[in-house]
């Protein structure tokens, strides 16, 4: 069993950073690849960036250039910089199985999520 933890949001002005953590417990050998996606009211949940196992990143277009992923033994951050009125959201970390592995439990984790307010 995986568990996940979302910390570091908070309200910042446009223009300004913030580097959130997903704090991850339980059966890590079990994690391969993780992922940040985010939510407004009234739109679907999108990909902001992944990380896989072997280092290999990803990042959505929009957030191209103003955004860092990356990964250090049970946390995976995300520097967000240059921040916009339109990345207003909830963050979410979530964490894909190793399929490979069978005693592992093959399915997705979901952390409950930290809100990410940019004032104009």
């Known amino acids: 069993q995986v568990m996940l933890v979302e910390s570091g949001g908070g309200l910042v002005q446009a223009g300004g950073s913030l580097r959130l953590v997903c704090a991850a417990a339980?059966?890590?050998?079990?994690?391969?690849?993780m992922s940040w996606y985010r939510q407004a009211p009234g739109k679907e949940r999108e990909l902001v960036a992944t990380?896989?196992?072997?280092?290999s990143l990803t990042y959505a277009k929009s957030m191209t250039g103003r955004v860092a992923v990356s990964r250090e033994k049970n946390r995976m951050y995300l520097q967000m910089n240059i921040l916009k009125p339109e990345d207003t959201a909830a963050y979410f970390c979530?964490?894909?199985?190793?399929?490979?592995?069978?005693?592992?439990?093959?399915?997705?984790?979901w952390g409950k999520g930290t809100q990410v307010t940019v004032s104009s």
């Open positions: 339980g059966n890590l050998p079990c994690i391969s690849a």
């Open positions: 979530k964490a894909d199985p190793k399929v490979e592995d069978m005693t592992c439990l093959h399915r997705e984790t």
């Open positions: 990380i896989n196992d072997g280092g």
